[in-house]
């Protein structure tokens, strides 16, 4: 063996021995936390499956507010109501942090009508995006242009000029990450409408942004431009953007009748509701978890982000019921108006009232009720690292993974305080099924899914607040 391959040799053993030794070190770490938590991650896991109250706070929520758009009575009475939920728990400090929210009101009247020379005069299935302008009250009618995407809007550029724009790109089916298709379609639903009045437009249809073919419209947020020229936006469902698509290839020249009744009123008072279990020895630090109190009214927002709230509720009632008594401070946050620009995450992170605390981690869960699979963890690879040796304590949930990612849009003003993003992964291949549609009701949840969510946060919240991240 020459000098260079013996130096070789032994920089491998070297490097082996560093390897085993960083490996063992983590077999240590992970086997001495399993040691000292597992007994109470599987009291939390079998207190919520054989007393859990996740889904019957969510029938509380959903019969008692179910219509929670931002500003609204119903978000009113959601307030109210996990307020004296709190109370009623035991929970710390429950309190409101007072917000101003958009009022929009999607109003009585919402139609299409398409009138075809073949199949005579046919409604259509739509509802007003979030945010959109109502029509004249006599309604828009125009001829409609199909295109999928803005470069091909575009091309067209002035021959769109007086017509009503059909957005018609669907969410890709083979992603399998429908969060993923989901930001691959949803500029449509965002943007279409500013970009639809460059060209001269005078209304958009946007085809629901679903995974799911049905006679189901989807709402959900769009936004104006500033200098652009305001036009009215509706959502169409799958089914009828599939037949309006094939009638426009045997008849171009078909007009669309359009009448939306929505309209944005004077901003309101709503509030954020707080509550926690106040930490024993560093109750300065925060861990927080949180989901959305408003919804859009189409449904009940059972998923979205009912689910999230009582998620959130529930674990902290877990902790308390089984007396546990954390180092840090477990809190649980119900944000309003997260569908209309997430005012209150916004207002939240700099509440003057949070002067001296440090939020060192928060949980977001806002992607449904459905079966935990995963958390995503952000804060850089130390940190994943350190949450990732507390697997063994997620695997009695049969939860698959803890890795990179995490956040959300009520925790997200948060991340500039330097406070760890995390973030509950349901399976999402149903999500988007129900998502911001009247199909978002209590019937669509799971109970033992649900809670099998609160406990995994439960669980993460728990250790967060123990070990420290
Ligand atoms: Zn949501």
Known sequence: MNRFKKLCC???TVFLLQGSVLLSAANGQESKIVKKYLAITESIRKEGLLHGRAFAMLKELTTQAPSRLGGSSGAAAAVELTRQMMQDMGFDNVHLESIIVQRWVRGVEEAAIVNSAAVGSVPLSVCALGNSIGTPEMGITA????????????????????????????????????FRAYGGAVDQRTQGAAEGAKVGAVAVLVRSVTTSLDDYPHTGMMRYNPGVKKIPAAAIST??????????????????????????LSPVPSANVAGQ??????????ILMGGHLDAWELGTGAHDDGAGCVHALEA?????????????????VMFMNEEFGSSGGREYAVAKERKGEKHVAAIE?????????GFGVGGGEKTLRKVQSWFKLFEPLEMYWLRKGGGGGDIA??????????????DDQRYFNVHHSANDILHAVNDRELELGAIAMAIMAYMLSEEGI
Do not use: W, Y
């Open 143 to 178: 001829p409609v242009v199909e295109v999928d995407s803005f470069d091909e809007l575009h091309k067209i550029g002035a021959g769109a000029k007086g017509e009503i724009i059909f957005f018609n790109r669907p969410m890709d089916p083979t992603e399998m990450n429908t």
């Open 10 to 12: 032994v920089l491998g």
């Open 413 to 426: 003003p948060l991340a500039k305080q330097g406070t760890v993003m995390l973030g509950l992964v349901p």
């Open 277 to 286: 279990i106040t930490g024993t020895e560093k109750p300065e630090e925060i």
């Open 239 to 264: 089914i009828d953007a599939n037949f309006l698509s094939d009638l426009l290839k045997q008849e171009p020249d078909v007009q669309l009748h359009l009448k939306l009744g929505c309209k944005n």
């Open 316 to 332: 902290v009632r877990l902790i308390k019921k089984l007396g546990l008594k954390p180092k840090r401070t477990i809190r649980a």
């Open 365 to 373: 869960s806002d992607r449904g009720g459905f079966l935990p699979i």
